[in-house]
T-cell receptor, first 113, second 110 residues
Framework: DSGVTQTPKHLITATGQRVTLRCSPR?????VYWYQQSLDQGLQFLIQ???????AKGNILERFSAQQFPDLHSELNLSSLELGDSALYFC????????????FGPGTRLTVT | ELKVEQNPLFLSMQEGKNYTIYCNYS?????LYWYRQDPGKSLESLFV???NGAVKQEGRLMASLDTKARLSTLHITAAVHDLSATYFC??????????WGAGTKLIIKP
């Protein structure tokens, strides 16, 4: 158990809908990272937050957004969902702003029908 | 732009054999990470390599880093079925972001 929690574990929704994925980092970690893992795209870095501020952006679509709250938990919002958004979404945390060693949560499996 | 290449992408081997997974990267970096992922599960950190010549070992796995050659290896000794998983390397770029390899799916047959 890495100490990173993610909810929900599974999510099934229809195209065009909007969902919110939640992540709580390890105690004391200030950075949160979001990743998408699909069969054909591998592991894709989406976005990083450090102590409430956006730190780095990867291949995140405009339909997706994220934020980190004062208690350091983070939410990833996915809107206007498409079939291709079906994937495993991982959150990871690390102590610092630099990547250092990242600890991954169990993931949220999103299925868009 | 830093690019990370792993090879092979797929490896099927017999128990008891030795093999090596390679991770090449395109620009200078001193930090490299190896992760393991079981099917449908999360990623687990295996090794953190922070300098040229770093070598880390855990059980039947040994990882090394050659920053001059821009190469890391993950060596498996006397493989056992429990080591079947997908192994990822990730390299830290100049912006302190991790750039991930595509992963090596390792299947170890009895």
């Amino acid at each position: 158990d890495s100490g990173v929690t993610q909810t929900p574990k599974h999510l099934i929704t229809a195209t065009g809908q909007r969902v919110t994925l939640r992540c709580s980092p390890r105690s004391g970690d200030l950075s949160v990272y979001w990743y998408q893992q699909s069969l054909d795209q591998g592991l894709q870095f989406l976005i990083q937050y450090y102590n409430g501020e956006e730190r780095a952006k990867g291949n995140i679509l405009e339909r997706f957004s994220a934020q980190q709250f004062p208690d350091l938990h983070s939410e990833l919002n996915l809107s206007s969902l498409e079939l291709g958004d079906s994937a495993l979404y991982f959150c990871a945390s690390s102590p610092l702003g630099s990547s250092y060693e990242q600890y991954f949560g169990p993931g949220t499996r999103l299925t868009v029908t | 732009e830093l690019k990370v290449e792993q090879n092979p992408l797929f490896l099927s081997m017999q128990e008891g054999k030795n093999y090596t997974i390679y991770c090449n990267y395109s620009t200078t970096s001193d930090r490299l990470y190896w992760y393991r992922q079981d099917p449908g599960k999360s990623l687990e950190s295996l090794f953190v390599l922070l300098s040229n010549g770093a070598v880390k070992q855990e059980g039947r796995l040994m990882a090394s880093l050659d920053t001059k050659a821009r190469l890391s290896t993950l060596h498996i000794t006397a493989a056992v079925h429990d080591l079947s998983a997908t192994y990822f390397c990730a390299v830290e770029d100049s912006n302190y972001q991790l750039i991930w390899g595509a992963g090596t799916k390792l299947i170890i047959k009895p």
